[in-house]
């Protein structure tokens, strides 16, 4: 082999090293690259993980900081006992998802109550019950005021009581003695009579609630001295519808006479319920 040829092989054989330690480096630089490159990801999903994390923990702060607010502006000027107690209530709301705005308007209103009674020496627990009670109350929201009887539906009311009672008291006389019955009257002195008992009897109790409410302040023995005339007034009567002969006074079989008493007992408590009839007796 020449000198030539040798020199030729020798160039070669250094360009093919230097072009595999090229290779090598830019594999080298790119390895180091992509290294670079997921340490930088790795990196920025870090920071925003904390970003987030402490833009959480800032609204945290921020939200006990106004509702610790909150509540020393509630509580602030209450004896310890009513702050307990209304800390206790404010607790119980929360846990039942009670409305937020709903519920400090509550709580500063009983606050606003307290401050005034507490002086006074009354507490929160007897002047709303336990704060579980109260909470129930708050939650349920207030009660409806039963509407006032007028004295028509008073009269109806006690004129189908009347009605229910002579009825069942004339179905055990027609059982136990049948001729009884023909002696009282029939369906037309049991119908008259339980009108006027009716009437009567709202006459009576609307006297009675003028008195108790002092609308109309009677003596004690006026009262009595009504009652008694309301009384003779209904034997009157009584008596001379009983005398009527006919076809309409006629007294019932003793089971007509039942049926009656359930049917007007129905109709009593269907009307009780429709028009919230409850300031008369039974």
């Given at each position: 082999?020449?000198?030539?040829e040798?020199a030729?092989q020798?160039a070669?054989?250094?360009?093919t090293?230097q ?7 830019a594999?080298a ?9 997921s340490?930088q990801a790795?990196?920025s999903?870090?920071?925003r ?9 800032e609204?945290l702060e ?11 502006g ?8 009513n702050e307990n107690y209304l800390y206790?209530l404010?607790k119980i709301?929360?846990?039942?998802n009670y ?10 209103d009983l ?5 005034e009674k507490q002086?006074k ?11 579980s009670?109260?909470a129930?109350?708050i939650?349920?929201g207030p009660?409806?005021k039963?509407q006032?009887?007028t004295?028509w539906?008073m009269?109806?009311?006690?004129g189908l009581m009347m009605?229910v009672?002579?009825?069942a008291?004339?179905?055990i ?13 029939g ?7 339980s009108v006027?008992?009716?009437v ?8 009675a609630?003028?008195r108790?409410s002092k609308?109309v302040?009677l003596p ?5 001295l ?8 209904w034997?009157l009567?009584?008596t ?7 076809a309409?006074n006629n007294?019932l079989?003793?089971?007509a006479y039942?049926?009656i ?9 269907y ?5 919230d009839i409850r300031?008369?007796?039974?």
């Amino acid at each position: 082999m020449t000198e030539k040829e040798q020199a030729s092989q020798t160039a070669a054989r250094q360009q093919t090293s230097q072009t595999e330690q090229s290779d090598q480096a830019a594999s080298a630089t790119g390895a180091g690259d992509a290294k670079t490159q997921s340490q930088q990801a790795h990196l920025s999903n870090k920071e925003r993980n904390q970003k987030v994390a402490q833009q959480q923990a800032e609204l945290l702060e921020k939200q006990t900081k106004k509702e610790l607010k909150t509540e020393i502006g509630i509580y602030a000027g209450l004896t310890k006992r009513n702050e307990n107690y209304l800390y206790r209530l404010n607790k119980i709301l929360t846990e039942k998802n009670y409305d937020q705005a709903k519920k400090e308007a509550v709580l500063q209103d009983l606050a606003a109550e307290l401050r005034e009674k507490q002086g006074k020496g009354i507490t929160a627990n007897r002047l709303y019950g336990t704060p579980s009670d109260k909470a129930d109350e708050i939650i349920a929201g207030p009660k409806k005021k039963p509407q006032p009887v007028t004295f028509w539906k008073m009269a109806v009311d006690n004129g189908l009581m009347m009605l229910v009672l002579f009825c069942a008291m004339y179905a055990i006389m027609g059982l136990v003695s049948p001729k009884a019955i023909k002696v009282n009257g029939g369906v037309l002195t049991l119908l008259v009579t339980s009108v006027l008992a009716g009437v009567g009897m709202a006459f009576f109790y609307q006297m009675a609630a003028d008195r108790k409410s002092k609308k109309v302040r009677l003596p004690f023995w006026k009262m009595l001295l009504w009652s008694v005339i309301l009384i003779a007034v209904w034997m009157l009567v009584f008596t001379a519808v009983a005398a009527i002969p006919g076809a309409v006074n006629n007294a019932l079989n003793p089971i007509a006479y039942a049926v009656i008493a359930v049917l007007a007992y129905l109709l009593r408590y269907y009307l009780k319920k429709k028009y919230d009839i409850r300031s008369t007796p039974f």
